[in-house]
């Protein structure tokens, strides 16, 4: 697994938690689970996705940076600049934080106080719930 970007210490930062569901592409299943959200005014965020005890996604942005790591299968990418589309919870602090976003993601907010990501071109969905 790559080395994280950074570590969420010290004041600051912003936590929020709550509930999700991924699908991660076309035909395939839900997942649902726990869904930890961390930024600060420098613009990092820290996004977990996981069902205990298994974290499924965890990512990392800064302003110019990006990592995406997805420890069961023991994969990772990161890089520099704008992160690839294919990756939704890259995104997912942006359209929560009401940023335009380009095609192909599609943002909603739900009547109900939940949310909604979608890559219109992979089917890849992320929805719920965060705590204030």
Known sequence: MAKPLFV??????????????????????????????????????????AKTPVSFVLAQTTRTNWLIQFPPVRMSFGGRGRPPARFGWLYLHAALSGEPLAAPFRFEREPDGGWRLENTRSGETLSGFLAP
């Open 8 to 49: 969420v210490s010290g004041p600051g930062w912003h936590v929020q938690e709550g509930q999700a569901l991924w699908r991660p592409g076309h035909g395939r299943p839900d997942l649902a689970g726990d869904l930890l959200l961390a930024s600060d005014e420098d613009g990092r965020c820290l996004i977990q996705f």
